[in-house]
């Protein structure tokens, strides 16, 4: 990164310069085609800038991703205590039962008749 800083701080130092030689010139027919040339440089150093922002932005994310697999492989490569894992799984035994008296509810539900007819209670006796 602190390579990044001081190419990033050579790039905006050298725009600079440019900027300040562009506006420097003055205007004439002799001077038009040292200007353009001085407007091609710039922006080449802005491309630069723009290269070297996603370089740093795709190593911050290769990084990020780096530091997560790593996490997980040594997640994984811990035990887990034997007290651990039976809380673990009492939970998840937990959640089924919920989740199936849930679905059982839902059959019986299902397998009560709809009425198809629905009787006017002012014309009964």
Known sequence: MEQYMKKSEKLAKARALLSQALNALPDGQGVNEAKSHVRQAIKHV???????GKKVAQTNHENWWGNVEAGIANMAASPMSAQAQMRSLDALNKMIEE???ELDKLEEEKKKPEP?????LFLQD
């Open 46 to 52: 802005e491309n630069q800038v723009k290269k070297e």
């Open 99 to 101: 989740t199936q008296s």
């Open 116 to 120: 198809t007819e629905i009787p006017d």
